[in-house]
T-cell receptor, first 116, second 112 residues
């Protein structure tokens, strides 16, 4: 069964500092990978996705993520954090069966706090 | 596009009452998903539909939960009777051809 681990429950960074949120997955083949962000009281917003091809993917709000097959990782990065980035971030993995079946498994989330 | 629309945004009800949550997916999307989010269990997939047909309902916690999708633009999640442990945020999401999912704002359900 597929699984996603986000080892950091809570991270605090200073505004302007760089950020890396970790995500490790377990899946038998190359999965589809996603990062979502959830602000308090809001739904989940898609930040970026990896399906195939270039292992470094760019997303919205200046975020990027790198797929590393050898490490089963898909870490999220941002070179300079803004106070508005404070939110909870979820990594998700989903298979593509080819038959149209498509389910996402989410990590537990990492809460990001930003110090002004 | 208006995105995924959910109603109500907040629902407070008493134990034993029937609760109906509503979702309008993004126009043209052929997959619809219902999730539940709690502090203890995180985000859980309850059920999903493809072209209005339920594909996998293995995440539905009990027979008290039911979901329908009578047409491509509307789905409901019903809890009858509701219990305090059903208190959670319920999200609806939709996708096209089973790729990335777009989430609604959620319904915060409180059962007293």
């Amino acid at each position: 069964a597929q699984s996603v681990t986000q080892p950091d429950i809570h991270i605090t960074v200073s505004e302007g500092a760089s950020l890396e949120l970790r995500c490790n997955y377990s899946y038998g083949a190359t999965p589809y990978l996603f990062w979502y962000v959830q602000s308090p009281g809001q739904g989940l917003q898609l930040l970026l996705k990896y399906f195939s091809g270039d292992t470094l993917v760019q997303g919205i709000k200046g975020f990027e993520a790198e797929f590393k097959r050898s490490q089963s990782s898909f870490n999220l990065r941002k070179p300079s954090v803004h106070w508005s980035d404070a939110a909870e971030y979820f990594c998700a993995v989903g298979p593509y069966s080819g038959a149209g079946s498509y389910q996402l498994t989410f990590g537990k989330g990492t809460k990001l706090s930003v110090i002004p | 596009d208006a995105g995924v629309i959910q109603s109500p945004r907040h629902e407070v009800t008493e134990m034993g009452q029937e609760v109906t949550l509503r979702c309008k997916p993004i126009s043209g999307h052929d997959y619809l998903f219902w999730y539940r989010q709690t502090m203890m269990r995180g985000l859980e997939l309850l059920i999903y539909f493809n072209n209005n047909v339920p594909i996998d309902d293995s995440g539905m916690p009990e027979d008290r939960f039911s979901a329908k999708m009578p047409n491509a633009s509307f789905s409901t999640l019903k809890i009858q009777p509701s219990e305090p442990r059903d208190s959670a945020v319920y999200f609806c999401a939709s996708s096209s051809r089973g790729r990335e999912q777009y989430f609604g704002p959620g319904t915060r359900l409180t059962v007293t």
